[in-house]
C-alpha cells in the first residue's frame, strides 16, 4: 500500500539553529498540505500546494519558515532560525487532486524538539 | 472562520462498553467531515467520512452521522476494545481546495 514518506521521524536542535523536514507523497497525487501539531492541540495548517505552487500559506510564518515543491513531487519545509515555541509534530499529508472530498493520507510525521 | 469543538478527554472506558465522542462544528456552506484516529507515535489515519447531511460513515464498528440540523457530528461504537485507545479528531473541510480543520482531539483509553 502506498503511503506518506516522511523524514527524519526525530530531531533535536538548539534554538537558532536550521532545521530541515521532508516529505515525499504517495505517487501522482498532485495535492501536498504540510501541518503542525503542537502537544495535545489538533493538526494546523501550514502550506498547501497544488503540484509545485502554493495555493495556501495564510498561517506560515514566513519570517522564519520556508516551503518549496520545486518539481511538484517531494516537498521541503525549513524553519530557520528555530525558536522553543516551534517545537511540535510536523505532518505532511496528501491527496490526489486536492478538490471535491478526497481523504488527505498522512506521514508518519516529523517530531521537533528545540531546546 | 470554520472551527470544530470536541468533547475533552481523556474518555476512560472498560472492554466492551459502549462510547460516544462529541463533535460539533461550525463553518459555512456545506462542509465534509471525518474522523482521524492517532495512535502513541504515528501520524493519523482517516477512520471514516461524511461528505453531505444524512449520511453515516463508518469503519472498523466505528460509526458516524452528519447531522446538519444540530451542526453535529459525533463519534459511536458499541463495544470497544483495548486496541482502541488512542486520540480522536474530528475534522471539516471545505469544498474548495479542501484544507482539513481539527478539533483538539479526545484521548480514549479502553482497560481490560
Known amino acids: 500500500e502506498a503511503e506518506v514518506a516522511q523524514s527524519p521521524r526525530y530531531k533535536i536542535t538548539e534554538k537558532s539553529q536550521a532545521v530541515a523536514f521532508w516529505c515525499d507523497p504517495i505517487s501522482g497525487h498532485a495535492t501536498l498540505y504540510w501541518y503542525r501539531q503542537i502537544l495535545g492541540q489538533g493538526p494546523e495548517l501550514l502550506v498547501q500546494f497544488q503540484d509545485e505552487s502554493v495555493v495556501d500559506d495564510s498561517q506560515l510564518p514566513k519570517d522564519r519558515f520556508s516551503a518549496e515543491r520545486l518539481k511538484g513531487v517531494d516537498s521541503t519545509l525549513k524553519i530557520q532560525p528555530a525558536e522553543l515555541g516551534d517545537s511540535a509534530m510536523y505532518l505532511c499529508a496528501s491527496t490526489l487532486t486536492g478538490t471535491g472530498q478526497e481523504t488527505q493520507y498522512f506521514g508518519p510525521g516529523t517530531r521537533l524538539l528545540v531546546l | ?112
Open chain 2, 1 to 112: 472562520g470554520n472551527s470544530v469543538t470536541q468533547m475533552e478527554g481523556p474518555v476512560t472506558l472498560s472492554e466492551e462498553a459502549f462510547l460516544t465522542i462529541n463533535c460539533t462544528y461550525t463553518a459555512t456552506g456545506y462542509p465534509s467531515l471525518f474522523w482521524y484516529v492517532q495512535y502513541p507515535g504515528e501520524g493519523l489515519q482517516l477512520l471514516l467520512k461524511a461528505t453531505k447531511a444524512d449520511d453515516k460513515g463508518s469503519n472498523k464498528g466505528f460509526e458516524a452521522t452528519y447531522r446538519k440540523e444540530t451542526t453535529s457530528f459525533h463519534l459511536e461504537k458499541g463495544s470497544v476494545q483495548v486496541s482502541d485507545s488512542a486520540v480522536y479528531f474530528c475534522a471539516l473541510s471545505d469544498r474548495g481546495f479542501q484544507k482539513l480543520v481539527f478539533g483538539t482531539g479526545t484521548r480514549l483509553l479502553v482497560s481490560p
